[in-house]
């Protein structure tokens, strides 16, 4: 394996590193260490001028110089600095690259598997993780579960961590004897470039709808900064797209490599049918080349079919047999918060998603209409902050799937939770025919009383979080535990 240095002992000549930089005051710089946040500049840094949403760095790269920056890395010349300047069209992604030397460039001695699409990254990169230590090799991931490094696993403040902490975890996986690292690739990291200058192995592209509009404005460019997911891998690198989905299928023209095509309509490489469906389990056939061998999974629904196609997918390019792979797949029985039920022994059916999209709502929705023979009650809001446009889209989802509506506060944020869910009612036909609890506690208790046999409840879009941010605040609100516990304290003694 190769050896991958500390942050600590490399340095690295910006000139080698970025040879059609431009320097200015120099003939190149040599980094030891690089930072993007002036407030955790320490003397003898590189000071990384980022441009962002609505600040540029650059305002800060003066500050930077004074507390004893010896450069800046900036997209622009910066006359009035008295050290050198590298200028650089895209500073994220020379930073990007810059974070991967300065740590050894550990994904060397990785294999990196990248996951993006707007649902159902996390259920794949776990169905995947769990598919590569079954079958002997030590695994690393970065997603919105958490960072594991081959030995201990931190929280994750962002799906996908920045440059410099990415490439961090990075080398504590390669320094752990991990094999592969399993990634998931959000929209903001792709458009940001925190993955620059690590080669994927392989990718899976599970769909692209739309999300996150608050940050990239239009579907177009939405869509645009997905495809630059393809641009990460290896020459030889495996593409997985779900030929399902028509944006993804799209992709396919810009693949210059090898590519796996999965889906349960459409023809393609890897196919599925489900044959059985029940409230706790499903089984379909898998369809690969010339074999054909059921799998039997405790999480159910028509896109976790979708994922497990595409983690296959990438097992068999893997030259994993196709028998382990199957076995993997049905070992998994929940991904926290991704269609996960809660049994307390309860005479109807409550499950926690993390939908948040009008497009996964609807799937989530339609996925347990096939499975219950009772009412479906919805308890779901919207995020606070972000992209206004879908929250009457989810609400207009919610009243065409559900049959009882709660709508409550999500991740409020800076916003008034009541202004949001204003936002909702606007997509419904029949916004009377909803139930409106802001408190989302009450609102889960209040889904839980009306439940009958037969029922099911479904608590959407928070699913794993732990919390509730509102304002400045980080509120412990967990919809699995509030949930749990109402239905431990209120279910009848003989049930």
């Known amino acids: 394996m190769k050896q991958v240095c500390p942050d600590s002992n490399c340095r690295v000549s910006l000139r080698r590193l970025l040879p059609l930089a431009r320097f200015i005051g120099a003939e190149d710089i040599s980094v030891q260490r690089c930072v993007c946040d002036s407030r955790r500049l320490r003397s003898g840094d590189l000071f990384a001028a980022l441009p962002g949403a609505h600040l540029d760095g650059a305002q800060f790269a003066a500050d930077a110089v004074r507390d004893g920056a010896i450069g800046v890395l900036s997209h622009c010349p910066l006359p009035e600095l008295n050290v050198p300047v590298c200028v650089v069209p895209n500073v994220h992604e020379a930073f990007g690259r810059l974070s991967q030397a300065l740590a050894g460039n550990p994904t060397q001695a990785l294999k990196v598997i990248g996951i993006t699409g707007t649902n159902g990254k996390t259920t794949t990169a776990c169905l995947i993780g769990r598919m590569l230590a079954q079958n002997g090799y030590r695994v690393g991931m970065l997603g919105t579960l958490g960072y594991y490094d081959g030995k201990e696993c931190d929280d994750a403040p962002w799906t996908t961590p920045p440059a410099e902490v990415a490439a961090r975890y990075f080398a504590r996986m390669a320094e752990n004897e991990c094999t592969h690292a399993v990634v998931e690739l959000s929209s903001h990291a792709l458009d940001q470039y925190r993955l620059a200058g690590v080669e994927l192995d392989a990718l899976c592209v599970t769909n692209v709808q739309r999300d996150h509009l608050d940050y990239h404005q239009t579907i177009d460019q939405y869509r645009q900064t997905k495809s630059k997911a393809l641009d990460y891998l290896k020459p030889e690198g495996v593409a997985v797209i779900n030929a399902d989905d028509p944006v993804s299928s799209e992709y396919l023209d810009l693949i210059d490599g090898p590519a796996l095509t999965v889906g349960i309509d459409a023809a393609a490489e890897l196919q599925a049918s489900i044959i059985d469906r029940h409230v706790s389990e499903q089984t379909f056939l898998l369809f690969a080349g010339s074999d054909t061998v059921p799998v039997r999974t405790r999480m159910i629904g028509r896109h976790h079919v979708s994922n497990c196609l595409a983690s296959a997918a990438v097992g068999l390019a893997a030259g994993l047999p196709l028998v382990n792979v199957v076995r993997s797949l049905e070992s998994v029985e929940y991904v926290p918060g991704r269609l996960q039920r809660i049994e307390c022994g309860q005479p109807f059916s409550v499950f926690v998603d993390f939908a948040h999209t009008p497009d996964a709502l609807a799937g989530t929705l339609q996925s347990l209409r096939e ?13 606070g902050d972000r992209d206004w446009e879908k929250r009457p889209l989810l609400g207009r989802e919610a009243e065409a799937g559900a049959d009882r509506l709660i709508i409550t506060s999500d991740n409020p944020r800076s916003e008034d939770p009541q202004a949001i869910i ?18 989302r506690t009450e609102a889960i208790h209040e889904a839980l009383a009306m439940a009958e046999p037969g029922d099911c409840v479904l608590l959407a879009g928070k699913g794993h979080e732990a919390f509730q941010v509102v304002g400045d605040d980080r509120i412990e609100l967990d919809d699995y535990e509030v949930a749990t516990e109402w239905l431990y304290t209120n279910l009848p003694s003989e049930i």
């Open 422 to 439: 204003g936002d909702i009612l606007e997509g419904l036909e029949a916004p009377a025919g909803a139930k409106v609890l802001a408190d």
């Open 371 to 383: 499975v219950i023979d009772g009412r479906l009650i919805c308890v779901f809001g919207a995020g």
